[in-house]
């Protein structure tokens, strides 16, 4: 076992910290951004996106071609360490670069991945995500929203829901169903579909934090050509577990997020030693604990990396992952609340809304999206462990 | 970066294993329940394998291994609940002469300020067949002569396998190093036990997952209910963060360069602690009535990790010191 990077990874992790320093949108710098679930601030993000592209820093494991570097994951995670190091802006291209492009590479003919990677990259096309359906969530399989043939295209008709960033978004992926007489996982094809189709509507829903960050989507007769099917059709289901895999596995949450949110929460701790030693106190072994679970849990993606590397996939594994990750997200949250106390409900000092409720309140949808902690628990138990299905 | 156990390492732990079950099985661990006395014949087995010299130089009669190495080894004794003091012998090897041969069994305590009102009895595992007990506090170690310690056996400890002794004070002694190496000797023994707390989550997991896939109620296993599903789900989730959590340690002891090794050790152990624990709780539940048994060893486990997790500390403790240094 060797934890040290290699000299090229320290290079690049000096080249990124400097350039963050530089460019992340400040307090008195156009920082910080609004936020991205409102019009203004959609749009300011989609500009961060494009400053961050032109400078190479948008996709590092991609391919130079597609604005990339053509880094390897451990390159990936040493820029993910100093994008949240820098506290830099939530990435409102996340669906797209994290989620599909993975697939895209793994599915995509030439043509696709050179006509949608580069400007998902720059942010000019932003994709949302069109799985889940009101009667088709957690059993996905059960989706209903249906493609039709007619003459050489598909027609789309049916409803998704819950699509982070829906309410702007350029593009969506999404399943729906191909062949309703084929077995349930086997008649599902993989589409790409531009928001701005006619007969595609668009219905924000408003989240329990107050914002519209998600939409349901509604599809009536929208024709899309076949050039726009991701891998075989009537093969969605697997070209769309591979994207749950990166999703809960690796690329979509990386580690950093949670060591940089337990760097702030030991700071907050200190703050609070001074002022509320007995509530410092009382909660030190909380603190200790989120920063221990938040370093475990960059230590158990440096040996999934190391894995994957090696010709491994996360597969089953990545379940595992999704649990952890959304329940130290949720600790570490809680825990700041309680250091706060009354004042996590209010303004902080320079009048911005109290940023660790808002980062509680988005927690909460940790242990719900890409797929509930109870299906993770489910995919362990069987697939990893081996347990007997119901 | 490569964070993935070697081909070495791997067939250490191979190695490691075969001896367990040759030396160590189940019903031979067993019948040292409510002794008082170190199974000489096992530990002499375990000095020979190198289990406490592995770490030292080659002229040192060491192997030359790294605390990776070292981890690796005690996540296997740790999974055949091998009894004795063998984390403090094995991180006295260096500094208590004796010690790496096995010859002198090494116990180790730590001198923490006292708390008025707080008289916490002091508990010494082993005692009887110690060759030196070394009193770790923050400005260095202390070697003390068995026999000058005077402590009185403690009839019913909860833990079968760990006879213990209980001490008036914890005692004064010789000074045997400063307080660099006590940091050095109490972040190795931290890092060596936390493996050996992963390998008894791993095994309690184990346990219960194989019970759940045999045991039968209306008509089909347990385990294929999702209640049950859940908590074995749990269990293998907490033995593979607190075994990253102990390798990473490991291996910033051994290249310090990466981090800093003690707040990384500090942290391994209270996560291996808690997720020992926590997985030999939920291997009895998952057990049902037999969970409750004294001939499922299970409780063992959990006596284990109890006892253990006792001797690194206070949770407080190892809590503080990583908040501090992080």
Same mark, same amino acid.
């Given at each position: 076992?060797? $934890?040290?990077?290699?000299?090229? /990874?320290?290079?690049?992790?000096?080249?990124?910290? =400097?350039? %963050?320093?530089?460019?992340?949108?400040?307090?008195?710098?156009?920082?910080?951004?609004?936020?991205?679930?409102?019009?203004?601030?959609?749009?300011?993000?989609?500009?961060?996106?494009?400053?961050?592209?032109?400078?190479?820093?948008?996709?590092?494991?991609?391919?130079?071609?597609?604005?990339?570097? &053509?880094?390897?994951?451990?390159?990936?995670?040493?820029?993910?360490?100093?994008?949240?190091?820098? /506290?830099?802006?939530?990435?409102?291209?996340?669906?797209?670069?994290?989620?599909?492009?993975?697939?895209?590479?793994?599915?995509?003919?030439?043509?696709?991945?050179?006509?949608? %990677?580069?400007?998902?990259?720059?942010?000019?096309?932003?994709?949302?995500?069109?799985?889940?359906?009101?009667?088709?969530?957690?059993?996905?399989?059960?989706?209903?929203?249906?493609? =039709?043939?007619?003459?050489? &295209?598909?027609?789309?008709?049916? /409803?998704?829901?819950?699509?982070?960033?829906?309410?702007?978004?350029?593009? $969506?992926?999404?399943?729906?169903?191909?062949?309703?007489?084929?077995?349930?996982?086997?008649?599902?094809?993989?589409? %790409?579909?531009?928001?701005?189709?006619?007969?595609?509507?668009?219905?924000?829903?408003?989240?329990?934090?107050?914002?519209?960050?998600?939409?349901?989507?509604?599809?009536?007769?929208?024709?899309?050509?076949?050039?726009?099917?991701?891998?075989?059709?009537?093969?969605?289901?697997?070209?769309?577990?591979?994207?749950?895999?990166?999703?809960?596995?690796?690329?979509?949450?990386?580690?950093?997020?949670?060591?940089?949110?337990?760097?702030?929460?030991?700071?907050?701790?200190?703050?609070?030693?001074?002022?509320?030693?007995?509530?410092?106190?009382?909660?030190?072994?909380?603190?200790?604990?989120?920063?221990?679970?938040?370093?475990?849990?960059?230590?158990?993606?440096?040996?999934?990396?190391?894995?994957?590397?090696?010709?491994?996939?996360?597969?089953?594994?990545?379940?595992?992952?999704?649990?952890?990750?959304?329940?130290? &997200?949720?600790?570490?949250?809680?825990?700041?609340?309680?250091?706060?106390?009354?004042?996590?409900?209010?303004?902080?000092?320079?009048?911005?809304?109290?940023?660790?409720? &808002?980062?509680?309140?988005?927690?909460?949808?940790?242990?719900?999206?890409?797929?509930?902690?109870?299906? /993770?628990?489910?995919?362990?138990?069987?697939?990893?462990?081996?347990?007997?299905?119901? | 970066?490569?964070? *993935?156990?070697?081909?070495?390492?791997?067939?250490?732990? +191979?190695?490691?294993?075969?001896?367990?079950?040759?030396?160590?099985?189940?019903?031979?661990?067993?019948?040292?329940?409510?002794?008082?006395?170190?199974? @000489?014949?096992?530990?002499?087995?375990?000095?020979?394998?190198?289990?406490?010299?592995?770490?030292?130089?080659? *002229?040192?009669?060491?192997?030359?291994?790294?605390?990776?190495?070292?981890?690796?080894?005690?996540?296997?004794?740790?999974?055949?609940?091998?009894?004795?003091?063998?984390?403090? @012998?094995?991180?006295?090897?260096?500094?208590?002469?004796?010690?790496? @041969?096995?010859?002198?069994?090494?116990?180790?305590?730590?001198?923490?300020?006292?708390?008025?009102?707080?008289?916490?009895?002091?508990?010494?595992? +082993?005692?009887?067949?110690?060759?030196?007990?070394?009193?770790?506090?923050?400005?260095?170690?202390?070697?003390?002569?068995? +026999?000058?310690?005077?402590?009185?056996?403690?009839?019913?400890?909860?833990?079968?396998?760990?006879?213990?002794?209980?001490?008036?004070?914890?005692?004064?002694?010789?000074?045997?190093? +400063?307080?660099?190496?006590?940091?050095?000797?109490?972040?190795?023994?931290?890092?060596?036990?936390?493996?050996?707390?992963?390998?008894?989550?791993?095994? @309690?997991?184990?346990?219960?997952?194989?019970?759940?896939?045999?045991?039968?109620?209306?008509?089909?296993?347990?385990?294929? #209910?999702?209640?049950?599903?859940?908590?074995?789900?749990?269990?293998?989730?907490?033995?593979?963060?607190?075994?990253?959590?102990?390798?990473?340690?490991?291996?910033?002891?051994?290249?310090?360069?990466?981090?800093?090794?003690?707040?990384?050790?500090?942290?391994?152990?209270?996560?291996?602690?808690?997720?020992?624990?926590?997985?030999?709780?939920?291997?009895?539940?998952?057990?049902?009535?037999?969970? #409750?048994?004294?001939?499922?060893?299970?409780?063992?486990?959990?006596?284990?990790?109890?006892?253990?997790?006792?001797?690194?500390?206070?949770?407080?403790?190892?809590?503080?010191?990583?908040?501090?240094?992080?």
């Amino acid at each position: 076992m060797d $934890l040290r990077f290699g000299p090229d /990874q320290e290079r690049l992790r000096v080249e990124a910290r =400097d350039w %963050l320093e530089a460019h992340v949108p400040r307090a008195g710098n156009g920082g910080p951004l609004p936020s991205l679930d409102t019009a203004e601030g959609f749009d300011a993000h989609r500009v961060w996106e494009r400053t961050m592209f032109e400078a190479r820093w948008a996709v590092v494991s991609w391919p130079e071609r597609y604005g990339g570097r &053509d880094g390897g994951l451990f390159d990936w995670l040493v820029f993910e360490e100093e994008y949240y190091r820098a /506290q830099a802006p939530t990435r409102v291209g996340q669906n797209g670069i994290f989620l599909l492009a993975p697939t895209l590479f793994e599915f995509g003919t030439e043509e696709q991945k050179d006509r949608y %990677l580069p400007p998902m990259a720059s942010g000019e096309e932003i994709w949302c995500q069109g799985w889940s359906e009101p009667d088709a969530g957690s059993d996905l399989a059960a989706i209903r929203s249906r493609a =039709d043939r007619r003459g050489g &295209d598909w027609v789309l008709n049916g /409803q998704k829901t819950w699509c982070s960033r829906g309410a702007f978004a350029d593009w $969506l992926f999404g399943l729906f169903r191909s062949d309703p007489a084929a077995e349930r996982h086997r008649g599902l094809t993989y589409f %790409l579909v531009p928001m701005d189709a006619p007969g595609v509507t668009v219905r924000p829903i408003a989240q329990l934090d107050g914002e519209t960050g998600f939409a349901e989507v509604f599809f009536d007769d929208v024709v899309v050509p076949d050039a726009q099917v991701l891998g075989e059709a009537h093969r969605g289901w697997e070209v769309a577990m591979a994207t749950a895999g990166s999703e809960r596995g690796l690329s979509l949450r990386s580690p950093a997020r949670y060591t940089e949110a337990a760097a702030r929460l030991v700071a907050l701790h200190r703050r609070c030693a001074e002022r509320h030693p007995v509530r410092a106190a009382r909660l030190a072994d909380a603190v200790a604990k989120a920063v221990v679970d938040a370093e475990a849990y960059r230590y158990h993606t440096y040996m999934t990396a190391t894995r994957v590397l090696a010709g491994g996939s996360v597969g089953a594994e990545a379940s595992m992952n999704k649990v952890f990750w959304s329940e130290t &997200d949720l600790a570490i949250h809680r825990t700041a609340l309680e250091l706060l106390g009354p004042e996590a409900e209010l303004l902080d000092d320079e009048g911005r809304p109290p940023a660790w409720l &808002d980062g509680y309140l988005f927690a909460l949808a940790g242990p719900i999206y890409a797929g509930t902690n109870e299906i /993770q628990r489910n995919v362990v138990a069987e697939r990893v462990l081996g347990l007997p299905r119901a | 970066m490569d964070f *993935e156990l070697s081909d070495d390492e791997r067939s250490l732990a +191979d190695g490691m294993r075969r001896l367990c079950e040759g030396r160590f099985p189940m019903e031979r661990v067993r019948a040292g329940e409510g002794r008082r006395a170190l199974d @000489t014949e096992g530990w002499s087995a375990l000095a020979e394998a190198g289990v406490f010299s592995l770490r030292l130089a080659d *002229e040192e009669g060491g192997a030359d291994l790294g605390t990776a190495a070292a981890a690796v080894v005690f996540e296997e004794l740790g999974r055949a609940l091998v009894p004795g003091p063998l984390a403090a @012998t094995h991180a006295a090897a260096g500094l208590v002469k004796g010690a790496a @041969t096995g010859d002198r069994p090494v116990g180790l305590l730590r001198r923490t300020p006292p708390v008025p009102g707080d008289p916490r009895p002091v508990l010494v595992g +082993d005692l009887g067949s110690l060759g030196a007990l070394l009193v770790v506090a923050d400005d260095g170690v202390e070697l003390v002569e068995p +026999d000058a310690v005077g402590g009185a056996p403690v009839e019913g400890g909860l833990d079968p396998l760990t006879p213990l002794w209980r001490l008036e004070a914890v005692p004064r002694g010789t000074p045997v190093g +400063d307080g660099p190496v006590a940091e050095a000797l109490w972040r190795d023994f931290l890092v060596v036990e936390a493996a050996f707390l992963v390998g008894m989550a791993a095994v @309690t997991s184990e346990m219960a997952v194989g019970y759940a896939k045999v045991r039968r109620q209306f008509d089909r296993p347990i385990g294929s #209910f999702q209640a049950v599903k859940h908590m074995c789900a749990d269990m293998l989730v907490r033995a593979e963060t607190a075994r990253a959590a102990v390798h990473a340690a490991a291996v910033t002891v051994d290249q310090p360069d990466v981090g800093d090794a003690v707040r990384a050790a500090h942290g391994a152990a209270l996560l291996a602690a808690q997720a020992a624990e926590a997985n030999a709780r939920a291997c009895i539940q998952v057990h049902g009535g037999m969970g #409750f048994t004294w001939e499922v060893p299970a409780h063992l486990y959990l006596k284990r990790a109890i006892v253990l997790w006792r001797a690194l500390g206070p949770a407080t403790r190892l809590a503080d010191v990583v908040a501090e240094r992080f």
